[in-house]
């Protein structure tokens, strides 16, 4: 089975959990956690990546990121290779360090960026690590209290998103509730069964088109029939040869949904509805500035919304 498609959208904020094998922990000594940070740092400064978030448990990575124009992979790649290169020669042994590649969840940080912060710093007591939260070392959460201070942290978004009160005692008034049982399913089931995005709809929406996941149960047919309806045209008027203006606006219509939804390409909805692909395009780009309340994936309302789709293989 081939592997799942990475999610690349740059300057997008991302979940991230690497795994340790089940045959040893990712950290066993204190200079472990030393070394990895050290790596941590300067894989940042490399890559243009900030991390707003981390929790270290024995046997597990979890990242809160914002990445520049490096992908997640690449990043990830980078540290992970180099920290187990390190703990290798250390202890004298070779093989797979960790379980399996990383997980990456692309989140709507305008929505979720202070809930996954919550989230992480409230694993080591969620785990049973310890009892109190607020007490674990392996955490951005202390640097939050500024009782540490971490100089690869960025801790600026995450704590303009609490506005413009009083920010140290907002966020010391949520780490003393443990997380939603809500946010707690949705944040686990992205680490365990690798969802590519938490976001609205509207947040997919906004994605380059090229980094959207779609959960699309819709055809070329159903578009074309209701596009249709909401211009008040014939379906036989569309696929004829006139060039009526408001039909010409339909097909142009067509076209874009069935591209933006990736239903179907621009030379297959071409052949659809008979015209040239040239024509087609630059009626598309026409009427996207002239009707531009038309050229919205929410636009019409009866096609299925759109959704992350969890089954997204590479090809």
């Known amino acids: 089975m081939s592997r799942r498609q990475r999610l690349h959208v740059p300057r997008g904020t991302y979940y991230v959990i690497q795994r340790g094998s089940a045959h040893q922990p990712i950290f066993s000594t204190a200079e472990d956690y030393s070394v990895f940070e050290r790596l941590l740092a300067a894989g940042l400064r490399r890559n243009g990546t900030s991390v707003h978030a981390y929790c270290w448990t024995p046997q597990a990575i979890h990242l809160l990121i914002q ?27 070779s093989g797979h360090f960790f379980q399996q590649r990383y997980q990456a969840t692309l989140l709507d940080a305008d929505a979720y960026l202070l809930k996954l912060m919550h989230y992480i710093h409230y694993l080591p007591e969620s785990l049973g690590l310890i009892q109190d939260a607020r007490a ?23 704590l303009h998103s609490f506005g413009e009160e009083d920010v140290g005692a907002a966020y010391q008034e949520m780490m ?3 997380p939603s049982t809500q946010d707690v399913v949705l944040f ?8 590519r995005v938490i976001g609205s709809p509207e947040f997919l929406q906004n994605l380059p088109r090229e980094s959207r996941t779609y959960q699309s149960k819709v055809s070329l047919d159903q578009i074309i029939y ?4 909401a211009l ?31 239903v179907c390409t621009l030379s297959e909805v071409a052949r659809r509805l008979r015209r040239d692909p040239s024509t087609l395009s630059v009626a598309v780009s ?20 759109l959704g992350p789709q969890q089954e997204l293989r590479a090809e």
Not at 139 to 157: D, F, G, I, N, Q
């Open 67 to 93: 990445i520049d124009e490096v992908s997640v992979g690449r990043f990830m790649q980078g540290l992970t290779s180099r920290y187990a290169r390190s703990v290798h020669q250390r202890v004298g042994e």
């Open 136 to 158: 674990y070392t392996h955490s951005s959460h202390r640097a939050y209290l500024r009782e540490v201070e971490v100089p690869w942290l960025t801790t600026r978004k995450v």
């Open 176 to 178: 003393s509730r443990a």
């Open 188 to 195: 686990e089931r992205g680490g365990v069964n690798d969802l």
């Open 226 to 229: 209701q596009v249709t309806c």
């Open 232 to 262: 008040g045209v014939e379906r036989e008027h569309v696929l004829s040869a006139s060039r009526k203006r408001e039909l010409a606006l339909a097909r142009a219509l067509i076209a874009w949904f069935a591209m933006e939804r990736r």
């Open 286 to 305: 026409r009427y996207r500035s002239s009707r531009s309340d038309l050229f919205k994936l929410n636009s019409l309302h009866y096609l299925v919304p």
